[in-house]
């Protein structure tokens, strides 16, 4: 059975830095796009950043510029390094996974079939 498990999250001020962390287990990442989504309170989950098997990446535009997506698959893991975080950064930060076919590329609005429990980020001064 796949499990995602996501940590790094906390509080941070604007500007600041966190490195969220999604450990897969049950599941070879090699075989798997990894996708980051977040849900900011009272509003509706979105997407922000996925890698693909091949190392495609793809960014919603959020997060181009300050989030930064990587693969460990010695460690069966995927980081999301967000840096000049701001106040509205906030929310619970998922990760989602798929098995797919090696060419396929990854969006922030594929599917995916595993999801994470999540990780509270919470920008605040």
């Known amino acids: 059975q796949l499990q995602l498990v996501e940590s790094g999250g906390g509080l941070v001020q604007p500007g600041g830095s966190l490195r969220l962390s999604c450990a897969v287990s049950?599941?070879?990442?090699?075989?798997?796009?990894i996708g980051w989504f977040r849900q900011p309170p009272g509003k509706e989950r979105e997407g922000v950043s996925c890698?693909?098997?091949?190392?495609?990446?793809n960014y919603a535009d959020s997060a181009k510029g300050r989030f930064t997506i990587s693969g460990d698959n010695a460690k069966n893991t995927v980081y999301l390094q967000m840096n000049s975080l701001k106040p509205e950064d906030t929310a619970l930060y998922y990760c989602a996974a798929v098995s797919t076919p090696s060419s396929s590329i990854c969006t922030v609005f594929s599917h995916y079939d595993y999801w994470g429990q999540g990780t509270q980020v919470t920008v605040s001064s």
């Open positions: 890698l693909s098997r091949n190392g495609v990446i």
């Open positions: 049950g599941f070879t990442l090699n075989y798997l796009a």
